[in-house]
């Protein structure tokens, strides 16, 4: 069987996107992460008790040519693993 490379555009072109929409149609906070597991290279977009369904219809799995991953944490998780920095 033979898969066909899909097309992925550069990764800072795929943030800026990403974080246009979160901010502009999500607002529940999140983070942008950029991942390997078995699969390779992904993005991971971690919520905080739940994934707002908005979220659900924007990125079913595929974004930009990258495959996408939403992981759901416990509250307070992505202040102490991945809190912003001060110039955000």
């Known amino acids: 069987m033979k898969y ?10 795929v943030d800026d996107k990403l974080h246009d929409i979160l901010i502009g149609e999500i607002g529940e906070e999140y983070r942008v992460l950029w991942e390997n ?24 799995g595929q ?3 990258w495959r996408l991953v939403k992981k759901i944490c416990p509250k307070g998780y992505l202040e102490v ?8």
């Open 81 to 88: 693993f991945y809190p912003l920095s001060k110039d955000e």
């Open 4 to 13: 066909m490379q899909k097309t992925k555009l550069p990764k800072d072109e």
């Open 37 to 60: 597991d078995d699969g390779g290279l992904h993005i991971t977009i971690a919520f905080e008790e739940f994934c707002p369904p908005l979220a659900k219809k924007l990125f079913p």
């Open 63 to 65: 974004f930009m040519g």
